[in-house]
Each structure stands twice: as structure tokens, then as C-alpha cells.
């Protein structure tokens, strides 16, 4: 479990951890001590390792990146929980040792991974951190979406984020810590509005227009090319060859071809995701009151994912904004300066620096 | 491959075979020579011996089943090549021996198989069937829905057949030998009007009530305490730990029952479905004209799987038939009296007569 393959085989990674406790403070008020922050998705897993500054009172922004490493899927619901726990080991291991550092200089773990629907997965997963790490390094374990709000909020969590890669959520906190969330239950349990729930909607549509249940589409012609397939017969052995939500997923630009080629069927299917991603953020927005009294408060929309930040003259991102606005024009699209790892490791500095201010007027 | 552990592992089955051959005709016009009739499906495999009775012009209806077996799922897109491979080799090895029969009576093998797309998906199984079989035994593969129309038709192949279990398709024949389809494509490509389409919608609504995106609905109660669940988020987890469809189709109860104490969101629900299914239906009637010229035509409508025949107050199967006769008003439903596996052993007898009459003619 705690074998990273550096340095013996059996070393006690505790023993060590706790001999380099022993830090030195550097000139910019850092120590050699570190934050991870790790972004868990369904497709890839990034972690950045950031110095601690534990003597700033707030964050260079955006902070150093001491090393950054990238590895596969960490949803345990997805690949099951060895993979998950290995996928974390070594893309943690990779950014330490890119940063020059090692285990031991870990002061903290925020970790913001896809597939935390529930405490006892929250739980799951500390557990797992916990027997890589000692009892002294903070360990923070949050749904995905948190790590992408902080991402945008640089680390401060009130707003709502909006994430629409192959899967999407949408994720918010108010002021008094209160949080919601709505979608984000994975495609069997409906997130329409994900890339691959209109990716999977645009397949049906091929195969609806090929069985005479449905208008012809050009979505036809240009998801068959895609694949260099020959007929939408073919298309059911194709989804069939590999259930991968991401290679589903990744049909969306094509859809989006489509859509401004004005064809309908595809034009109505991103419409019924904007409407659906749309739908998620306001469910949360009212469940928190993010907008105020009076409806008309200002508070900040946090876009992140392919879906949205195609930048394309159909532009899904735009499109859900102003769905929002409609009903809540003080909603505030933020699109993040930096990556929802380096969110995540804002977070872990926050919730110490937190920790530390309740500490010392305790 | 041949080894069926009966007599000695390296019998040569061709000889076998060959030695087998040599027929005595009973009194009945059967001789010990027999057809198995099989549907492979995504939930179980079935496979019947029945009498070849080669000196009858019309079969005994029912025929006499010598013998029947049952096994798991034979669908390659679901459980792989080997698997499916393995799983018809041991059902047919079973039914034979139940019937006091063996490999070398078999003059016919008519196997009606889910996940027959393609026409490469045939030619691929008829291999696995002509490494099992000598040369002089016919072989036949279709898609099993063609079978569970033979079912309702006493081996004839023509008329619609809908399939609605855990998946769900619709499939067609004219006279003339012309067929068409319509669904089929699986959970990705849309089929709604399946077990597995109605149970994740209802999945879906319970989602959405919760998280606020959705109206509140008797679904949440009825479907938790089914699965022994405490919240909605814990539907997640439930839904990722097992991606089998036939465990999220087995739920089209709960659904039912809610609709029939008027649930708005259930009701909506099967509404939905019925009207995907007799879509179905009716694109299948319309690529082949089975509603002759002035579309008042008559033909058989074959209605088979447990969503059809569930047999409730709120009864999906009546009110699909409703709808095709609106616009087919010569749509004419039959309940299959047997099951889909002596459909196919029917379609074999009714394919071998068939070939017989055209080579007595040649």
C-alpha cells in the first residue's frame, strides 16, 4: 500500500513523514512543505503540487506550480476502487517527484474526484488517503465539482459551478457553508444535458432517422464519417464495442457541425441541453437562495467542461448563460483562469488557513 | 470446440455424425431425427428439441417438445464472443440430452438471437454453429426477434412482431419476403419504450424530484423501498455497482403500480413508452405496406415480453394496440401460445419444407 517504488521496498512511509517534519522556511515564506491538489475525473486525473506559504494571509495568484502530473479515470464507480487508489498513488507520486519533493513534505490533500454522491464515498476515499498519509497531513476529499467552483471562486467556495464535459453537475455553496447540487447521477440516471447525453441523443436521432422512425438528419453523413462507418446498422455494434462514456462523448463536436449548419435535429438537441444544463444550475440557485431576496442578487456561475467552453459559433456556454439570466440576471459566468487541480490545492490552503484562524481564537 | 464431455474427449463429431445418419422412420412420420429451436436473449437462452416429423406437410400444433433447457445470455454484445458461444453449445448439449437425443439427430438448427444487427453478426455465429455441426445440417440465425414472431405466426414470416422486455424492437415481414426493423439499438441508442428505457426514466424522475429539477412523485418512495434504499443520492451508487439492464428493467412495476394510483410523473412515463413502441411498430408497417394500399389492410401484430404482457389494470401492451390501430385499424394482436424458442424450431421446419418444395421443382 504505502510502496511508491522510490526508495526500499518496505520503508514505513509514517517513519519517514514524520523525519520530514523537520521544515525550513524560505525567504518568500514558504517552507519545503507542499499542498497537492488533485482533480479526479471520469476521463483523466491531474494533480498540481503548490508550496504552502504558511506564512502569506492570502495566495500569489494564481500560486506556483511546483509539479503537475496527469494519469486516467479515478471514479471508483467507473473503473472500480483498486484502480481508482492506484490511479491517485501514482499520479500524487508522479507531481511529487516532478516537484523535486517527496511524501513527506505533504502538509495537506485536497482532492476534488467524480463519483462522491454520498458520505460514506467521502468516506471511502479519506480512508484511502489515510493509509498513504499520516495522521498530521490534512486530508479534504470533495465531489469533482467543488474542486472546479473553487477553480473559478480562487478557492472560496459560494457560488455555483457548472460543469458539462462528458458528464455534468452542477455544484453550489451560500455564504453560511450551506451546499446543493443537482445532475451529476451519470447517464443511465439522465444528465441529458452531459456531452454524452447529446452525444447519445444525436446516435439515437441516426438511428431514428434510419428505422423510419424519425426525420432524416445530417447528423447521419456526419457521425458515420466520424467513425468510418458505412450505415447506422453498424452504429449499434459500435456502442456496443466499447460502453466508454468519453468516446460517446467525444460525437459533440459533430452535433454542434450540425447545429449550425442549421439542421434541426441537432439544432433541437443542443437546445434541450442547454434548457437541461440550464434547469441543474437554477435547481440549485433557488435550493440556496443564491440569488437573494429579491431574486436579483449577484453570485457567480462557474463554467468549466468541453461542453461549454467550445468556443464555436453554436455556442452551448452562451446559450446556458443567458437561459440563466432570464430568471436570475444576477448570475456572474466565471470561466476559470486555472485548472480545477489547481482549484482543488486553493481549496486545501483555504480550509487551513481556516482551521488555523478557529484554532487560534480558540 | 466439440468436446461436449459426454463419450471420450477427442471424438471426432463429424463421424459421430455421419454414423448417426442412418435414420428409422416411426409411425408417427418422425424418425429419431430432430430440430433445435433457440432464443438467445439478453436476460436467458432457451432451447427446445422437436420431433423433425419430415414425412408431415403441416406440423402438430403445438408440436410435441422433447426436451427443453435454459441458460444465461447468448447476446456477444453483451457478454462477449466465448461467453455467448459457450452458452449455446451447453444449452443445446442439454435440451439434447433431456430428449434421450444427441448431437448426431440434429438435422436443424434454427437459433433466434439478440444482438443480430448486422448481416456480420449472422455469418460470424453461423460459424460458431458450423464448427459444431457436420455440413448436411441446416443452419439458421436470425435476430430473435424473428423468431418470437414465428411464435405468434406457427413458423410463418409475415406481419410485425414488437418485442418489449428489457430491451425492446420491432420487426417485420411482407409477403414477398421484404423485412424491416425498427428499435433494437439498445439503452445508448434510445430505446425508451423497453424494461430497461421505462425503469431509467422512472430512475431519472426520482433524481430529478429530489435534487429540484423535477416535480415530486410516488416513484421516490415506492422505488427506494424496492430497492431497500434510504435516499435518492444513494440511487447512484445503486445504478454504477451493477450496469445490468435487466436489474434497472426489473423495476417496470414500481412504475406500473404508481401509475395505477394516478402518479402524474409514472403515467407520463408509460404514456411515453406506448407511444415509442407502437412508433415502432408503425414505422415497420409502413416501410413494408403491410396495411395494403388504402392502409386497412389486415396483418398480425406479435406482442411478446414482459412489459407487454404484464397483465395490470394500467396495461402498456392494450394501450400500444390502441395506438397502432388508430392509424392501422387492420392491426391484428396475437399473444404467442408458445414461447419464442419452438418459434424458431418452427421457422426451421418451415425453412427445410420450404427447400425441399423448391428442390422437388428444380
Known amino acids: 500500500m504505502n510502496n511508491y517504488g522510490e526508495s526500499n521496498g518496505d520503508s514505513n512511509v509514517h517513519e519517514k513523514q514524520v523525519e520530514g517534519h523537520d521544515h525550513c522556511e524560505n525567504g518568500d515564506g ?19 503540487c503548490i508550496p504552502l506559504f504558511s506564512s502569506l494571509k492570502s495566495l500569489p495568484i494564481p500560486p506556483p506550480i511546483l509539479g503537475r502530473a496527469v494519469s486516467g479515470c479515478s471514479n471508483h464507480n467507473s473503473v472500480g476502487e483498486t484502480a481508482a487508489r492506484d490511479t491517485l498513488e501514482e499520479v500524487m507520486a ?35 488517503l489515510r493509509e498513504i498519509f499520516p495522521s498530521h497531513v490534512k486530508l479534504y476529499v470533495q465531489n469533482d465539482a467543488v474542486a472546479a467552483l473553487a477553480s473559478g ?46 452525444a447519445a441523443k444525436a446516435l439515437t436521432a441516426v438511428i431514428r432517422a434510419h428505422d423510419g422512425r424519425g426525420p432524416q438528419t445530417m447528423l447521419t453523413n456526419k457521425i458515420l464519417t466520424a467513425l468510418g462507418l458505412s450505415s447506422p446498422d453498424e ?55 443564491l440569488c437573494g431576496e429579491d431574486g436579483n442578487g449577484s453570485f457567480p456561475v462557474v463554467m468549466v467542461g468541453g461542453v461549454l467552453e467550445a468556443n464555436r459559433t ?7 448563460i ?41
Not at 514558504?30 to 498540481?48: A, E, K, P, W, Y
Not at 440563466?324 to 459566468?333: D, N, V
Open 322 to 362: 443567458k437561459c440563466i439570466q432570464e430568471q436570475f440576471p444576477g448570475a456572474h459566468p466565471i470561466r476559470p483562469q486555472v485548472e480545477p487541480a489547481v482549484g482543488a490545492a486553493l481549496l486545501a490552503w483555504n480550509f487551513l488557513m481556516t482551521e488555523s484562524t478557529e484554532n487560534s481564537h480558540s
Open 30 to 48: 514558504s517552507d519545503n512543505r507542499v499542498i497537492l491538489g488533485i482533480d479526479g475525473g471520469t476521463t483523466s486525473t491531474v494533480c498540481v
Open 153 to 198: 471562486t480562487m478557492g472560496k467556495l459560494h457560488g455555483c459551478v457548472l460543469i458539462a464535459g462528458t458528464g455534468c453537475i452542477s455544484y453550489g455553496f451560500a455564504e453560511d457553508g450551506r451546499e446543493a447540487r443537482a445532475s451529476g447521477a451519470g447517464p443511465v440516471l439522465g444528465d441529458w444535458g452531459s456531452g454524452y447525453g447529446i
Open 235 to 289: 452504429l449499434i455494434g459500435w456502442t456496443y464495442a466499447d460502453p466508454s462514456w468519453a468516446r460517446i462523448a467525444a460525437l459533440v463536436p459533430e452535433v454542434v457541425s450540425c447545429a449550425e449548419a442549421c439542421d434541426q435535429v441537432a439544432t433541437k438537441i443542443l437546445v434541450d441541453a442547454v434548457q437541461d444544463l440550464a434547469l441543474s444550475v437554477k435547481a440549485v440557485v433557488q435550493r440556496l437562495h
Open 314 to 320: 453554436w455556442d452551448i456556454g452562451k446559450e446556458v
Open 94 to 128: 508522479e507531481a511529487l517527484s516532478k516537484s523535486g519533493s517527496d511524501w513527506s513534505a505533504v502538509h495537506a490533500v485536497c482532492l476534488g474526484v467524480s463519483g462522491v454522491n454520498h458520505p460514506t464515498d467521502q468516506e471511502r476515499i479519506l480512508n484511502w
